[in-house]
């Protein structure tokens, strides 16, 4: 029976994220979820009271997830290869599911201001790509838009991937790898080669970010 309830609290998950995704949070009532799920909006009120519980267990997961790649991100040395580590257990996340949830505050974010979960998410995220590029970079206290360009479309190519894992019956593990040797070689590129220009927007869960929560000094 718990293995049950189990299960239909994680396909109720997806296929919110699905619907969040194709009608927007807002445009997305429980009924709708039922439905979706083939069960009564009874069977899924004894799960979940609201869409807004669905959400939370959604965003909590994906944010315990996060701040703990962080945790572990601050306790080891800098470099090349930390930052490789990083992005590689980032990977692991995208490939288990998390590239919905990346994607639901991307296209939902007016949506979700409120959300103290969507917040939560957004500063462990910014966290991370302090991790991956040194502190202010992203958020624009430091002038290296090149930096934070390359660290955005790093995260944009992971979230791709796992865009495609999810829809794939082979589970995209070597999209996902080969997006995980793109994301590495954005990061630490060799001298010389970063680009010289930054453009206003990248479509990631990272420039969101950026346009939202300060000004960021990347223009053409």
């Known amino acids: 029976m718990a293995g049950r309830r189990t299960d239909t609290r994680e396909r109720a998950q997806r296929v919110a994220l699905q619907l969040f995704?194709?009608?927007?949070?807002?445009?997305?009532?429980?009924?709708?979820?039922?439905?979706?799920?083939?069960?009564?909006?009874?069977?899924?009120?004894?799960?979940?009271?609201?869409?807004?519980?669905?959400?939370?267990?959604?965003?909590?997961?994906?944010?315990?997830?996060?701040?703990?790649?962080?945790?572990?991100?601050?306790?080891?040395?800098?470099?090349?290869?930390?930052?490789?580590?990083?992005?590689?257990?980032?990977?692991?996340?995208?490939?288990?599911?998390?590239?919905?949830?990346?994607?639901?505050?991307?296209?939902?974010?007016?949506?979700?201001?409120?959300?103290?979960?969507?917040?939560?998410?957004?500063g462990h995220i910014i966290t991370l790509f302090d991790l991956l590029t040194g502190p202010g970079v992203l958020t624009g206290g430091v002038s290296d838009p090149a930096a934070s360009l390359r660290v955005r479309l790093a995260i944009a190519a992971l979230h791709m991937a796992g865009d495609e894992a999810e829809r794939s019956e082979g589970g995209g593990d070597e999209l996902i790898s080969a997006a995980l040797d793109i994301a590495c070689s954005l990061i630490d590129p060799p001298v010389g080669s970063a680009p010289e220009h930054a453009p206003d927007h990248v479509g990631d869960l990272g420039g969101v970010l950026a346009e939202e929560e300060v000004p960021t000094t990347e223009h053409p």
């Open 21 to 122: 995704a194709e009608y927007g949070y807002e445009g997305t009532s429980l009924r709708m979820i039922a439905e979706k799920l083939n069960i009564t909006k009874a069977a899924l009120y004894y799960h979940y009271k609201s869409k807004e519980e669905i959400l939370a267990a959604v965003l909590g997961d994906f944010s315990t997830s996060v701040a703990e790649l962080i945790d572990w991100g601050k306790q080891q040395p800098e470099g090349p290869g930390t930052r490789r580590e990083l992005l590689r257990r980032y990977a692991d996340l995208t490939a288990n599911g998390i590239t919905a949830a990346a994607r639901l505050l991307q296209e939902n974010a007016p949506s979700l201001q409120e959300q103290p979960l969507a917040a939560e998410v957004r």
